[in-house]
């Protein structure tokens, strides 16, 4: 099989880390970029080094989705272990194991712990839970290969905390321009769904709640996928089996050929193949063929099942990134929520690479009012963000010159005050070295001195402290120094307060002149 040159390029990574003793990576490759077929090439590899392989999943699909990729692409044939199936006694050099059955203590007991020496992770954005906790410390010796379409995680667990590295990351955006993935057309609905009511739970909303929410649009939805995808192969993501159901035979009534699949479908596997043969020219599903599913032609994504997770998102819109022969691009269609508090993920999320981006992004779709194209309203939006910052700096600068102007730089005070200890102050201890408090930030402007060019919380605290020992004193303040040096009066910083409120009155009295009779080089400040 003839590998692309990112599937070339992430298989030698991965055994680069694994080589430099980096025993837990990641490899992260969009949906559709054939992430299946990299890691079996890399336990090709491993077994021609006479190790022995686990691959890992949560569901049956993607074990035999594996299993089945593996044999085409390397010629591998694979043992299970899942449910009644053991691989115990068997020759195969590959395990392709269920985590449900392989968690269990009496089916984990069976193995010794360097039973295996290579684990691939396959979805590995669930391996923090429990039960993949509990198998991957059992095999602690085995090297780990987690791969993950996106590497972010519903419940805010970073995958850091358990991979040592990033061995390879390939970009939807990448993926889109080098001619391997559809590009993407997004149209926002302006359809305001209210979701102000709806509850949360493991940092997503709830479906339960969804599907209350959605139910009284789901007319008005299938009203609009007439007018926009009557001619696409439509595939609609809902949150619940019940509202899925509901949707399919509206769209039904509406003259499309819809059917529905849920994980209690006993027809799931006929339903799925008719579908692709266009017999049916949408599926419903509620959350079901979000991973291990595939189908190239389908070319019209509707998310009806609002979500914070990057990971999720990705994992729906993903069902249709492959490209087909005659697919020109992927339309996707986002809507309207109404939400106070929440930050939804939306098309712009897909590729953009900083949250002021995305941002831009999402107010131009909603605004355009038709489909656009994600690359080229990102390359627009990237240019309008750094135009924007641009604008934000020069009037921060400006701001800073306004500023600075107003406040005495500390080196100034300390050569005015004539302080040796401040000039040749060196912070000794820990808490001296580090940055100054922002408490310590905020007194130092309001007492008179500029803080940028104070760069330990020692000297911040030495400064402040010759403040309130010179306003105890009665002598002169930082603006006073700052305003009477810039007029020509010199050693001001000896002067007593008063003596330098009375000369600084008179120069404003005099339309902020120098007063006739005054050489600033000679007046002593009495």
Same mark, same amino acid.
């Given at each position: 099989? /003839?590998?692309?040159?990112?599937?070339?390029?992430?298989?030698?990574?991965?055994?680069?880390?694994?080589?430099?003793?980096?025993?837990k990576t990641?490899?992260?490759l969009?949906?559709g970029c054939?992430?299946?077929?990299?890691?079996?090439?890399?336990?090709?590899?491993?077994v021609?080094?006479?190790?022995? *392989?686990?691959?890992?999943?949560?569901?049956?699909?993607?074990? @035999?989705?594996?299993a @089945?990729?593996?044999?085409?692409?390397?010629?591998?044939?694979?043992?299970?272990?899942?449910?009644q199936?053991?691989?115990?006694?068997?020759?195969?050099?590959?395990?392709?194991g269920?985590?449900q059955?392989?968690?269990?203590?009496?089916?984990?007991?069976?193995?010794?712990s360097?039973?295996?020496?290579?684990?691939?992770v396959?979805?590995?954005h669930?391996?923090?839970s429990?039960?993949? /906790?509990?198998?991957?410390?059992?095999?602690e010796?085995?090297?780990?290969?987690?791969?993950?379409a996106t590497?972010?995680?519903?419940?805010?667990?970073? &995958?850091?905390?358990?991979?040592?590295?990033?061995?390879?990351?390939y970009? &939807?955006?990448? =993926?889109?321009? +080098?001619?391997f993935?559809?590009?993407?057309?997004?149209?926002?609905?302006?359809?305001?769904?209210?979701?102000?009511? *709806?509850?949360?739970?493991?940092?997503?909303?709830?479906?339960? %709640?969804?599907?209350?929410?959605l139910?009284?649009?789901l007319?008005?939805?299938?009203?609009?996928?007439?007018?926009?995808c009557?001619?696409?192969?439509?595939?609609?993501?809902?949150?619940?089996?019940?509202?899925?159901?509901k949707?399919?035979?509206?769209?039904?009534?509406k003259?499309?050929?819809?059917?529905?699949?849920?994980? +209690?479908?006993? @027809?799931?596997?006929?339903?799925?193949?008719?579908f692709?043969? @266009?017999?049916? !020219?949408?599926?419903c599903?509620?959350?079901?063929?979000?991973?291990?599913?595939?189908?190239?032609? *389908?070319?019209?994504?509707?998310? &009806?099942?609002?979500?914070?997770?990057?990971?999720?998102?990705?994992?729906?819109?993903?069902?249709?990134?492959?490209?087909?022969?005659?697919?020109?691009?992927?339309?996707?269609? %986002?809507?309207?929520?109404?939400?106070?508090?929440?930050?939804?993920?939306? $098309?712009?999320?897909?590729?953009?690479?900083?949250?002021?981006v995305?941002?831009?992004?999402?107010e131009? #779709?909603?605004?355009?009012?038709?489909?656009?194209?994600?690359?080229?309203?990102?390359?627009?939006?990237?240019?309008?963000v750094?135009a924007?910052?641009?604008?934000?700096?020069?009037?921060?600068?400006a701001e800073?010159?306004?500023?600075?102007?107003?406040?005495?730089? $500390?080196?100034?005070?300390e050569?005015?005050?004539?302080?040796?200890?401040?000039s040749?102050?060196?912070?000794?201890?820990?808490?001296?070295?580090?940055?100054?408090?922002?408490?310590?930030?905020?007194?130092l402007?309001?007492?008179? #001195?500029?803080?940028?060019? #104070?760069?330990?919380?020692?000297?911040?605290?030495?400064?402040?402290e010759?403040?309130?020992?010179?306003?105890?004193?009665g &002598?002169?303040? $930082?603006?006073?120094?700052?305003?009477?040096e810039?007029?020509?009066?010199?050693?001001?910083?000896?002067?007593?307060?008063n !003596?330098?409120?009375? #000369?600084?009155?008179?120069? =404003?009295? !005099?339309?902020?002149?120098? $007063?006739?009779?005054? !050489?600033p080089?000679e007046?002593?400040?009495?």
């Amino acid at each position: 099989m /003839q590998l692309r040159p990112y599937q070339k390029e992430s298989r030698e990574a991965i055994q680069n880390e694994w080589s430099n003793g980096i025993k837990k990576t990641l490899l992260v490759l969009p949906t559709g970029c054939g992430k299946t077929i990299v890691f079996s090439k890399v336990i090709e590899d491993r077994v021609k080094m006479g190790e022995r *392989v686990l691959v890992l999943a949560h569901r049956g699909e993607l074990l @035999d989705q594996a299993a @089945d990729k593996l044999e085409k692409a390397t010629g591998l044939k694979c043992a299970t272990e899942k449910a009644q199936e053991t691989s115990i006694g068997s020759f195969f050099r590959v395990v392709v194991g269920s985590v449900q059955s392989m968690q269990r203590p009496k089916r984990l007991e069976q193995f010794k712990s360097d039973h295996f020496d290579t684990i691939v992770v396959d979805e590995a954005h669930h391996c923090i839970s429990d039960g993949y /906790q509990r198998v991957l410390n059992h095999f602690e010796h085995a090297n780990v290969l987690g791969v993950t379409a996106t590497p972010d995680r519903g419940d805010m667990k970073n &995958l850091g905390s358990y991979f040592d590295s990033l061995a390879y990351e390939y970009t &939807l955006p990448k =993926a889109i321009k +080098e001619g391997f993935l559809s590009p993407i057309r997004a149209l926002t609905v302006p359809l305001k769904l209210d979701l102000t009511q *709806v509850g949360q739970q493991a940092g997503d909303f709830k479906s339960s %709640d969804l599907g209350t929410a959605l139910d009284p649009y789901l007319h008005q939805i299938a009203d609009t996928m007439i007018e926009q995808c009557a001619n696409r192969k439509t595939v609609v993501f809902l949150p619940l089996v019940k509202t899925s159901q509901k949707f399919t035979e509206i769209l039904n009534e509406k003259g499309f050929k819809a059917a529905e699949v849920n994980g +209690e479908s006993k @027809d799931r596997a006929q339903v799925l193949d008719d579908f692709e043969n @266009d017999k049916y !020219n949408v599926l419903c599903n509620s959350m079901l063929l979000t991973e291990g599913w595939d189908c190239p032609s *389908v070319d019209c994504i509707v998310v &009806l099942r609002p979500t914070k997770v990057r990971s999720l998102y990705s994992q729906m819109v993903g069902r249709g990134t492959r490209l087909h022969p005659g697919k020109e691009s992927l339309l996707l269609l %986002d809507f309207l929520w109404h939400t106070e508090k929440h930050e939804l993920c939306h $098309p712009a999320h897909l590729i953009a690479e900083n949250k002021d981006v995305a941002r831009v992004m999402t107010e131009k #779709i909603e605004e355009a009012g038709y489909a656009m194209d994600l690359e080229e309203v990102e390359a627009s939006s990237a240019e309008d963000v750094v135009a924007q910052r641009e604008e934000a700096l020069a009037n921060k600068l400006a701001e800073m010159k306004r500023r600075k102007k107003k406040l005495v730089d $500390p080196l100034q005070f300390e050569m005015s005050i004539q302080s040796e200890e401040l000039s040749s102050y060196v912070p000794s201890f820990g808490w001296e070295m580090g940055p100054p408090s922002e408490k310590q930030i905020k007194t130092l402007e309001k007492m008179g #001195i500029l803080p940028d060019e #104070i760069d330990n919380a020692g000297k911040a605290t030495k400064i402040l402290e010759r403040l309130d020992k010179r306003r105890d004193e009665g &002598l002169t303040t $930082p603006k006073q120094i700052r305003f009477l040096e810039s007029r020509g009066f010199e050693h001001v910083g000896q002067w007593d307060f008063n !003596n330098a409120k009375k #000369i600084i009155d008179r120069i =404003a009295a !005099n339309g902020w002149r120098i $007063p006739a009779g005054i !050489n600033p080089k000679e007046y002593s400040g009495k």
